[in-house]
């Protein structure tokens, strides 16, 4: 199993969130229980392209404080909403014998579900812990309701295991 990371990035990870506070204690604690228990934490940060604001060299693309990566832990940079669209990192998952992924970030309706979409083609297990992914309010509906939308409804018993946080800490245990 592999715990991915993506876009917890220092332009997007503010209040605007739904849930803010309980995203990060969960995603905080998902992130300790994987190095505890030996599973590999990969981060993945989106690069929207030089002049954007949201690139490699600009403070906003940088990962958030609250999650910074450990020494010799691994990072990979996208430009698409997938991080199955880094080659690198595509070529490093696949490479894995154990064909399972814990998806953590952000955000829910953008990167997050193409990567856990992207990930199920690819023939993943993929699991999603309660409360570790979040989002804005859009145009269309609140970030709550969008939340709900993928977790609660689009992704359980079609593109993943939505699992309580406690599940998943027990799963990275055994």
Request: proline residues 3%; hydrophobic residues 35%; contains cysteine.
């Amino acid at each position: 199993m592999k715990l991915v990371v993506i876009d917890i990035q220092k332009g997007i990870t503010d209040e605007r969130l739904y849930d803010f506070a309980g995203f990060l204690k969960n995603v905080i604690s998902i992130i300790d229980a994987a190095r505890k228990n030996g599973v590999e934490v990969i981060y993945v940060q989106h690069d929207d392209g030089p002049g954007t604001g949201f690139s490699i060299g600009d403070v906003d693309f940088e990962i958030a404080d609250q999650v910074t990566p450990e020494p010799g832990e691994k990072i990979f940079v996208k430009e698409i909403n997938s991080c199955f669209g880094n080659k690198e990192l595509a070529t490093y998952l696949d490479e894995q014998k154990d064909k399972v992924l814990m998806i953590v970030g952000l955000q829910t309706n953008f990167c997050i579900d193409a990567s856990v979409k992207s990930a199920f083609e690819r023939g993943y297990r993929v699991i999603i812990p309660k409360g570790t992914n979040s989002t804005f309010d859009n145009d269309y509906m609140d970030g709550e309701t969008t939340y709900k939308y993928y977790n609660e409804m689009m992704w359980p018993k079609r593109f993943a295991y939505c699992i309580s946080l406690n599940e998943a800490i027990e799963i990275m245990e055994k």
